[in-house]
């Protein structure tokens, strides 16, 4: 790929990050402002979740249609829509209207963005560039923080959040001919592809790919169960860690927003750090190692070993989440195919909205019977999912290879 095209690719995955982080750090304060509950917040990112589902089962053929260029520009289009929209809202109903941009455009740039790098570069990048998604999101994140910790109004905060991500479309849109949807011989002949000929992969691709046969089921699911638990980790720490720390661990709202951006600053290290030990590791490694420090990270906010390790938690959560999705993001096409590649692409979207969907409202319900200190263990039962499901994809993965 042109480095043009690289550093591109490289700022739509910022543009993909800068909306995911404000809401949950927002939340005590926009709660407060517009009279509503704490339990409200579910609300919106239900419909977030809700139309980052859509846009990733019913995406595809806009993607082939436009190619990834324009439906990067149409996904970073929604966001600005929808943030812009949270800053001038001035009731609740009116924040779920602009939660439906909100959520379509998030899944819309992540099918066309992930689709795109999963056939084209190593793994190394593609951690990178989740990395850049995850340092997006510490900015809006630090963004927020820094101006509700001025006694400034919340609206402001996602104005600002707003302008940054519209100069950010205003590049990729200026930049959209240097996208090329083309597939060289070498990436068709690597992931088990039938020649197309002499047309491209999104125009000749027309007929989905089907997965129906038992031996994809075999790793489509495992696939799907893992994805929905680190997700479900991720979503949950993003969303209610700075609740859990002002209900629980008695924190000012502004410390609690800081505390909660230990966890950025985790996932960005972790995805810098993951991204290096991928040029030697592979995809199987980086996955178990994900899922092994964020066990260690639960022994560390489950077990009472003083104050320290409320700064330390967060960071290994961070570190632990960071390379799970880019690694099963690369090993979709080796486990699919690339015909299947962006079908895959779609569903592991749609779960992860799915996730996002339902672990907080889980959650919610948990911590309305047993209390906020229950979040660790929470977050400790869908890391046992995923391990399990990390276990036998692996299997599949290895069996795979060997019948090859």
Not at 252 to 268: D, E, M, P, V
Request: net charge neutral; glycine share 10%.
């Amino acid at each position: 790929m042109p480095m043009a095209l690289v550093a591109l690719v490289y700022v739509g995955f910022a543009a993909m990050g800068l909306p995911e982080a404000p809401l949950g750090a927002s939340w005590p304060a926009m709660g407060s402002g517009l009279h509503a509950s704490l339990a409200a917040v579910i609300g919106i990112p239900v419909v977030i979740a809700a139309g980052a589902m859509w846009a990733a089962l019913a995406g595809e053929p806009w993607l082939r249609r436009w190619g990834s260029g324009r439906s990067v520009d149409v996904g970073v289009a929604c966001t600005v829509v929808a943030l812009l929209g949270f800053s001038f809202t001035p009731s609740y109903w009116l924040l779920l209207f602009f939660a439906v941009p909100y959520g379509v455009g998030s899944g819309l740039l992540a099918l066309a963005l992930n689709a795109y790098i999963a056939l084209r570069l190593p793994s190394a990048h593609i951690i990178w560039m989740h990395a850049t998604t995850a340092a997006g999101a510490m900015a809006g994140h630090t963004m927020l923080g820094w101006i509700i910790a001025n006694d400034a109004d919340w609206r402001w905060a996602y104005r600002c959040i707003g302008l940054v991500q519209l100069a950010l479309a205003i590049v990729l849109v200026s930049a959209t001919k240097l996208w090329r949807d083309e597939l060289t011989p070498i990436q068709r002949a690597t992931f088990g592809m039938q020649a197309y000929g002499e047309r491209d992969w999104h125009v000749d691709a027309h007929t989905h790919g089907r997965l129906g046969a038992s031996p994809e089921i075999a790793r489509r699911v495992p696939d799907t169960v893992a994805l929905f638990a680190y997700a479900s980790v991720e979503q949950s720490t993003m969303l209610w860690a700075s609740s859990y720390m002002v209900h629980a661990g008695h924190m000012s709202i502004h410390y609690a927003g800081i505390y909660a951006n230990l966890f950025f600053i985790g996932l960005t290290l972790g995805s810098v750090i993951a991204g290096c030990l991928a040029l030697r590791l592979s995809d199987g490694a980086l996955l178990g190692g994900g899922l092994g420090v964020l066990v260690a990270a639960l022994v560390v906010m489950i077990v009472p070993m003083g104050s320290w390790r409320a700064l330390v938690a967060p960071v290994m959560l961070g570190f632990g989440c960071a390379p799970i999705n880019p690694a099963v993001v690369h090993m979709t096409p080796r486990l699919f195919g690339a015909v299947h590649t962006m079908t895959m692409i779609g569903w592991e979207t749609a779960v992860i909205a799915v996730a996002t969907l339902v672990s907080p409202v889980l959650f919610a319900v948990f911590s309305a019977t047993v209390g906020m200190a229950a979040l660790p263990w929470y977050l400790a039962c869908f890391t046992s999912l995923g391990i399990l499901a990390a276990v036998i994809l692996m299997s599949v993965s290895h069996l795979q290879s060997r019948a090859r």
